[in-house]
């Protein structure tokens, strides 16, 4: 049956063509459809970005305004799909519960079940991109016990998240407008990322023909580990666990560089970037912003910039071309806004989500998608005999 490549862990693999974006790893370059990160940071908003990577253009004023209100007219979720919170303890990780609840959204909306009815695409597309925020939102209140918000569609997509997620129905809400812009801001940054484990997730389910809502579930599911979404978290308590032992990083990263099981320098190194993650140049400046505008003294802060300089003076990153990615400072900012470590890599997901939608888009309308279908090389027994019960 012909020769197989091996490539553990598609090293080497492209596993597709894509038009979403570009990524230049060594010379720490990220695209979203041609144009810069920096300039999209700089000048773009969460929203606008989730149209663009999705329709491949800039939206044009009446564009934005279309898609804006398509968006707000979804953000509510079904009364019943509210009960659904209480099937899990009040303890649980919301990275499950979440990707549970979009796998859910299948059966509330059983016309998304047909990946090739554009219209309802469309309209799977907003929904997703509207109630994946309230769905966060309720996981985080269910998780304190405080009672779930209304969404308020008066108010942007990240503010009525900060709403739902910080507000009380017994008093107003104040939404500091930098906050705002701060999570917003890491939202452009983690919009997309070409063929990331979750991403390559949300194709391969794709492929085989399961719809939007199942394939960006499984999607949450692959972005929960530690070596991808969930470092974010695992930075925070890396950084928590050197300041309780007394804040000596010299010793962290020799424990690190001993290769210690488990002791990873959590936030660093990246399998497509051997330069410093163009994400994580912005981000570490955000950081720095935010916490002074809060008014936030972190000693947290301090030990991660004491590590990351001690790390890019080491031979052991240096050699291995190891920097700071994009999930180093991006927890210290989530902190400081409030949100507990566990909720970060929701965080992540709700960034990352008009990516996978526009992965998923790009899949099911390509005329080269096959279903995705790895082979192997074989390395168990050779044929042998059955031997009866009595005689093993
Ligand atoms: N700390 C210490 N050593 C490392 C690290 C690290 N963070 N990352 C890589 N190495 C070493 C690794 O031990 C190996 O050394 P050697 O050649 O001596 O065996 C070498 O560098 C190459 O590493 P690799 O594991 O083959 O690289 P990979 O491309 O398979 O893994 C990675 C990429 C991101 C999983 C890995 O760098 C890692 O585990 N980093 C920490 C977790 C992390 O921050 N993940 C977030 C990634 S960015 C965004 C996202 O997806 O969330």
Not at 67 to 74: L, M, N, S, V, W
Not at 278 to 290: G, H, L, S, V
Request: hydrophobic fraction near 40%; charged fraction near 25%; proline fraction near 6%.
């Amino acid at each position: 049956t012909g020769y197989i490549t091996y490539d553990p862990g598609f090293v080497n693999t492209g596993s597709t063509a894509s038009a979403i974006t570009f990524i230049d790893g060594d010379a720490g370059i990220l695209r979203y459809r041609g144009y810069p990160i920096e300039q999209l940071a700089e000048r773009s908003n969460f929203i606008e970005v989730s149209y663009l990577l999705i329709y491949g253009e800039l939206p044009t004023a009446t564009q934005l305004e279309d898609f804006t209100t398509k968006i707000r007219r979804h953000t509510l979720l079904h009364e019943d799909l509210k009960r659904f919170f209480d099937g899990f303890p009040r303890d649980a990780h919301p990275m499950p519960v979440l990707s549970s609840a979009v796998s859910a959204l299948s059966t509330f909306y059983q016309d998304s079940l047909n990946p090739f009815d554009e219209p309802n695409v469309e309209l799977s597309t907003v929904r997703l991109l509207a109630k994946v925020p309230t769905l966060a939102a309720y996981a985080y209140k269910k998780s304190v016990g405080q009672p779930f918000l209304y969404p308020d569609n008066s108010l942007g997509l990240v503010e009525n998240f900060l709403r739902m997620t910080f507000g009380l129905p017994a008093e107003p809400y104040e939404i500091d407008p930098e906050v705002a812009r701060a999570l917003d801001l890491l939202f452009i940054l983690h919009a997309d990322h070409e063929q990331n484990c979750s991403t390559s997730t949300v194709r391969l389910v794709g492929s085989s023909e399961a719809n939007l809502f199942a394939s960006i579930s499984a999607g949450i599911m692959a972005l929960f580990g530690p070596l991808h979404g969930g470092a974010n978290s695992a930075v925070l308590d890396m950084l928590e666990g050197i300041k309780a032992e007394g804040g000596d990083v010299a010793r962290f990263v020799t424990r690190v560089k001993n290769k210690e099981k488990g002791v990873r320098l959590m936030g660093f190194g990246h399998r497509v970037y051997k330069n410093y993650d163009p994400r994580a140049k912005i981000i570490k400046r955000t950081a720095d912003q935010i916490l002074a505008k809060l008014g936030v003294s972190d000693q947290l802060l301090d030990i991660a910039k004491e590590l990351e300089e001690t790390a890019l003076s080491d031979d052991y990153f240096v050699q291995r071309k190891l920097y700071p990615n994009v999930d180093f400072y991006t927890g210290l900012i989530y902190r400081a806004l409030g949100f507990p470590t566990k909720f970060f890599t929701v965080l992540f997901a709700l960034g990352r989500l008009p990516g996978w939608i526009a992965h998923w888009r790009e899949m099911i309308q390509d005329p080269a998608t096959k279903i995705g279908r790895p082979r192997q090389i074989y390395t168990g027994e050779k044929p042998r005999e059955y031997v009866g019960l009595g005689e093993r």
